[in-house]
């Protein structure tokens, strides 16, 4: 199995709204990413997971809470989200052991709407 | 800041055309990596060459790597009207990937 799934695919939400985006792999992957992507703009990284450990945040705002509750799955957490953190969001994931050669896998993303 | 930096920004050309897309970045890397999206979805990785190869082939895709100038390009050759979507430069350093700003490429039937 060598893909990378995001749920949900779309979500609109307020700006009071309290929600969560899910990634999972079964690769046996053990680093793993978010990314933001803005219309006709490159992927951005948010956050790295590395074995199961927050190894890098990009300084993103604390609206954005990401979560590793195991080697295989990746949350994001969103609250009190801007209009402007609409976007794609792009989860990947890699072998940290193959450092530096690492080809990242990304799901499909989930377009993110806030209103 | 943008590590890598495409260019053309778009490339309209006819099937069966060869199409070169460049890049260039900054600082020291790694790895240098090519990424295609089609239509706003997720990337897919296409080829990686390492800062001590110069060239590498992957069925029609060609990249090669100048450390001196700190440059790639990505040439796909016979190209196909599936090939439509943008293409991305990514740098390696540690384990971060920072994107360049990506190459709009349109092949026309």
């Known amino acids: 199995d060598t893909e990378v799934t995001q749920t949900p695919k779309h979500l609109v939400m307020g700006m009071t709204n309290k929600k969560s985006l899910k990634c999972e792999q079964h690769m046996g992957h053990r680093a793993m990413y978010w990314y933001k992507q803005k219309a006709k703009k490159p992927p951005e990284l948010m956050f790295v997971?590395?074995?199961?450990?927050?190894?890098i945040n990009e300084s993103v705002p604390s609206r954005f809470s990401p979560e590793c509750p195991n080697s295989s799955l990746l949350n994001l957490h969103l609250h009190a989200l801007q209009p402007e953190d609409s976007a794609l969001y792009l989860c990947?994931?890699?072998?940290?052991?193959?450092?530096?050669?690492?080809?990242?896998?990304f799901g499909p993303g989930t377009r993110l709407t806030v209103l | 800041s943008q590590q890598g930096e495409e260019d053309p920004q778009a490339l309209s050309i006819q099937e069966g055309e060869n199409a070169t897309m460049n890049c260039s970045y900054k600082?020291?890397?790694?790895?240098l990596q090519w990424y295609r999206q089609n239509s706003g979805r997720g990337l897919v990785h296409l080829i990686l060459?390492?800062?001590?190869?110069r060239e590498k082939h992957s069925g029609r895709l060609r990249v090669t790597l100048d450390t001196s100038k700190k440059s790639s390009s990505l040439l796909i050759t016979a190209s196909r009207a599936a090939d439509t979507a943008s293409y991305f430069c990514?740098?390696?350093?540690?384990?971060?990937?920072?994107f360049g700003k990506g190459i709009t490429l349109s092949v026309r039937p």
């Open positions: 990514a740098t390696v350093k540690g384990s971060k990937l920072t």
């Open positions: 990947a994931s890699s072998q940290p052991d193959s450092y530096p050669y690492n080809e990242q896998f």
């Open positions: 997971y590395s074995y199961e450990k927050l190894s």
């Open positions: 600082t020291s890397i790694n790895n």
């Open positions: 060459i390492r800062s001590n190869e």
